[in-house]
T-cell receptor, first 112, second 114 residues
Framework: DTEVTQTPKHLVMGMTNKKSLKCEQHMGHRAMYWYKQKAKKPPELMFVYSYEKLSINESVPSRFSPECPNSSLLNLHLHALQPEDSALYLC???????????FGQGTRLTVV | AQTVTQSQPEMSVQEAETVTLSCTYDTSESDYYLFWYKQPPSRQMILVIRQEAYKQQNATENRFSVNFQKAAKSFSLKISDSQLGDAAMYFCAYHAGNNRKLIWGLGTSLAVNP
């Protein structure tokens, strides 16, 4: 299994909603990442978890709340988002010491 | 600061022809890695090819090869025998051995014409 699975693939939410994005991998990777990507732009790093502990938070607004319940699962909880938060949210994972990151297909988020 | 520059926002190539995408980077590190990622309309970011800075030999993966010029800090991607499925956004990326954060170029959108 060399996949990073993200659900849902598409999400439309209102500014007062609470929703969660989910990312799962079963490759034994112990580093997991959340990226935000706007159209035709490179991904922007949001959070990094290493061995289930948050190791990097790139000054992301608190309306985004990451969670890593176990070594295979990464969540991104969303609350009170703004229309400018509409983007593709990518999850990635990597085995410690390895150089290659595997990416999921992303969740296309639209905030209305 | 470490930076990655892709100077070609858009490129096009005829099917079966060869195309080269440019990437330059700036770093003071001696130990680092360079990558080319492909992002088709399906959105998934796919690793195309990887180059370790300490290796002098250019990396090759089937129709994809790189021209790695360490002194010039240049890392171009050559796609041979282009196929319609090669149409995608291509990102050049870098990370240093002691910092696993990927630094991305702005990307090159490649169109393949039949």
């Amino acid at each position: 299994d060399t996949e990073v699975t993200q659900t849902p693939k598409h999400l439309v939410m209102g500014m007062t909603n609470k929703k969660s994005l989910k990312c799962e991998q079963h490759m034994g990777h112990r580093a997991m990442y959340w990226y935000k990507q706007k159209a035709k732009k490179p991904p922007e790093l949001m959070f990094v978890y290493s061995y289930e502990k948050l190791s990097i938070n790139e000054s992301v607004p608190s309306r985004f709340s990451p969670e890593c319940p176990n070594s295979s699962l990464l969540n991104l909880h969303l609350h009170a988002l703004q229309p400018e938060d509409s983007a593709l949210y990518l999850c990635a994972s990597r085995y410690p010491g390895d150089t290659e990151a595997f990416f999921g297909q992303g969740t296309r988020l639209t905030v209305v | 600061a470490q930076t990655v520059t892709q100077s070609q926002p858009e490129m096009s190539v005829q099917e079966a022809e060869t195309v080269t995408l440019s990437c330059t980077y700036d770093t003071s590190e001696s130990d680092y890695y360079l990558f080319w990622y492909k992002q088709p309309p399906s959105r998934q970011m796919i690793l195309v090819i990887r180059q370790e800075a300490y290796k002098q030999q250019n990396a090759t993966e089937n129709r994809f090869s790189v021209n790695f010029q360490k002194a010039a800090k240049s890392f171009s991607l050559k796609i041979s025998d282009s196929q319609l499925g090669d149409a995608a956004m291509y990102f050049c990326a870098y990370h240093a051995g002691n910092n696993r954060k990927l630094i991305w170029g702005l990307g090159t959108s490649l169109a393949v014409n039949p």
